[in-house]
């Protein structure tokens, strides 16, 4: 009988629609098929940039062009992965009891409403810097969101400081991924860039070096030419197509994150028009300095993650039943014993599931040994010292 212990994380209980790997280390979104074609497009162009183009620039110009290019790739790579792999900012959700107490605090606070009306809005208030600020209530996670948090419909979760969700990235980007998010758009907005200047230079040395051998008169050496060279410019130019797609949407979008971290907003607060509407009402968060909100978005303390995904949650007992080896007769059998009347016990004890024979009887209770001819008995240590 062999007593197994199973340690239950709590990220396999976690609500919500996401996907975890490593032991609960890398959290996603359950939809990771645009992720897949991001981590495409950037391997497959920065591959095909070293492969060729890398090569004749460092030789023709200078040996820093794929240094720096590989430094600008290895940024972009690791911001993108910190940002998909990481915990956004996910609010855990209320447990039954914190449910209930929080629902008979509304009751007691609306009273009761009558039948064929509706209830009022759930709704907290909430002082920032002399600016009252609305708590909505959250019907899925059944609490209070904080200020700036709000549910994404697609992970199905409360998120800190809620962003927007990224398809590209495969994750929500809320309060502990967003500095991440805005290096990986502005690290991948100059390895854009970069690629595709210097696929134009490539393309402008080989029309030059062409040229050349056209006016040289070099029949042979420009047949070799063209022949080697022509693979190559139909890879350049879809690098080229590539990254000039990729250049407007990916630089647009850095240039409206740079405006909202200028102004310490969200993608969610501009949309829903939340310091710009009709209302006019001040943005409590600025602090009315540009270099002031740059530095508490980007460089402010990172809070911890309050889901503590690799927590055990409970354990589970599994019991697993061992094979026995073949015993012999004289183990399967119950030894049988002459009592001091001449009756017969048996001195094999219970068995329990398995076939394991474990005796039950107490020193006390056990019989005493029968004596064979020319053995004398032992008396036992209390005898010994009672006749002392």
């Given at each position: ?30 939809q990771?098929?645009?992720f ?154 100059l ?20 040229g ?43 240039g ?9 907003q ?19 968060y ?10 508490e ?12 995904r690799?927590?055990?949650?409970q ?42 024979p474990?005796?039950?009887l ?15 008995p ?6 010994g010292?009672?006749?002392?």
């Amino acid at each position: 009988m062999v007593a197994r212990k199973k340690v239950v994380r709590k990220w396999e209980k976690l609500p919500g629609r996401n996907t975890f790997c490593c032991d609960g280390r890398i959290m996603m979104a359950r939809q990771k098929g645009i992720f897949y074609l991001t981590l495409f497009l950037i391997l497959g162009t920065c591959a095909l940039f070293f492969a060729f183009e890398c090569r004749y620039l460092a030789v023709q110009l200078s040996p820093a062009i794929p240094v720096f290019a590989a430094v600008l790739f290895l940024f972009a790579m690791a911001t993108l992965l910190r940002t998909s792999f990481s915990d956004p900012g996910v609010i855990p959700r209320a447990l039954p009891d914190e449910a209930a107490f929080i629902e008979m605090e509304i009751e007691a606070t609306n009273g009761t409403v009558p039948q064929g009306q509706r209830p009022p809005p759930r709704i907290k208030n909430f002082q920032i810097n002399n600016q009252i600020v609305k708590l909505k209530y959250c019907y899925t996670c059944k609490i209070f969101r904080p200020p700036r948090a709000s549910h994404c419909s697609i992970c199905d979760n409360c998120v800190e400081r809620f962003d927007h969700h990224c398809p590209w990235v495969g994750n929500c980007v809320g309060k502990r991924n967003y500095r991440y998010f805005y290096l990986f758009i502005l690290s991948l907005s100059l390895l854009t860039i970069y690629i595709f200047t210097f696929n134009i230079v490539y393309v402008a040395l080989k029309e030059e070096k062409l040229g050349w051998c056209a006016r040289g008169g070099d029949t042979a050496g420009l047949g070799l030419f063209l022949g080697c060279s022509q693979s190559l410019t139909l890879l350049t130019v879809l690098e080229v197509l590539i990254c000039f797609f990729t250049l407007w949407s990916v630089v647009g979008l850095t240039g409206f994150h740079t405006f909202l971290v200028a102004l310490n907003q969200t993608t969610n607060e501009d949309i829903k028009g939340s310091w710009t509407g009709k209302n006019r009402v001040q943005n409590p968060y600025s602090h009315g300095n540009i270099v002031k909100n740059c530095c508490e978005v980007l460089c402010g303390p990172l809070p911890p993650s309050v889901l503590d995904r690799r927590g055990i949650l409970q354990q589970e007992e599994s019991t697993a039943q061992e094979e026995s080896c073949p015993r012999g007769p004289s183990a399967q059998e119950p030894t049988v014993a002459q009592g001091p009347g001449g009756q017969a016990e048996e001195s094999s004890a219970q068995q329990k599931d398995g076939g394991v024979p474990v005796p039950s009887l107490s020193n006390a209770e056990m019989p005493e040994k029968q004596l064979t001819s020319g053995e004398l008995p032992v008396p036992s240590q209390d005898a010994g010292q009672a006749e002392h």
